[in-house]
């Protein structure tokens, strides 16, 4: 992953109004939502969001409504492809409210939150990003077991 990338994910108000500026989505502080990418060689597959429940351990799935996927879909692929981001998974760590979405960060690695993936999504987060960055093909991402 070029260090340039893993530089403006970790200057947090830099890349808040990037989102802002050329996306139109506000920012916030405090989330615990993630959208995990999986950004292969041949284009980006979305992974069921992951959440952090108030036991503070994380699940996935966690079912957005279509109104909120969409633009959340939308502002990964846009900012995915600003970024220039090279083969790898990705998290979109974000907020919402009534109205909008709010964007918090882009963690680009499988960083805590993907342990919620293991035994519940096939690959999972961290076997898809060793296939990315090692080239290898990914053909879909499926839910094993929904334990809501």
């Not at 989102?19 to 506000?26: I, L, M, S, T």
């Not at 999504?121 to 094993?144: R, S």
């Amino acid at each position: 992953m070029p260090k340039k990338l893993m530089t403006i994910c970790d200057e947090l108000e830099s890349i808040r109004n990037l989102v802002n500026q050329e996306f139109g989505v506000r920012s916030t502080e405090q989330s615990n939502f993630w959208l995990p990418i999986v950004c292969t060689a041949r284009g980006a597959i979305f992974a069921e969001v992951i959440t952090q429940l108030v036991t503070e351990k994380y699940h996935q799935p966690y079912h957005l409504k279509d109104r909120l996927r969409q633009p959340l879909y939308r502002l990964g692929f846009q900012l995915l492809d600003r970024l220039q981001a090279s083969p790898a998974v990705y998290l979109l760590q974000f907020d919402f409210n009534d109205t909008e979405l709010l964007f918090d960060r882009l963690i680009p690695f499988p960083d805590q939150p993907a342990i919620a993936s293991v035994g519940v999504q096939e690959p999972d987060l961290f076997e898809c990003h060793l296939l990315c960055t090692t080239n290898q093909p990914i053909y879909d991402l499926v839910i094993k077991s929904d334990r809501r």
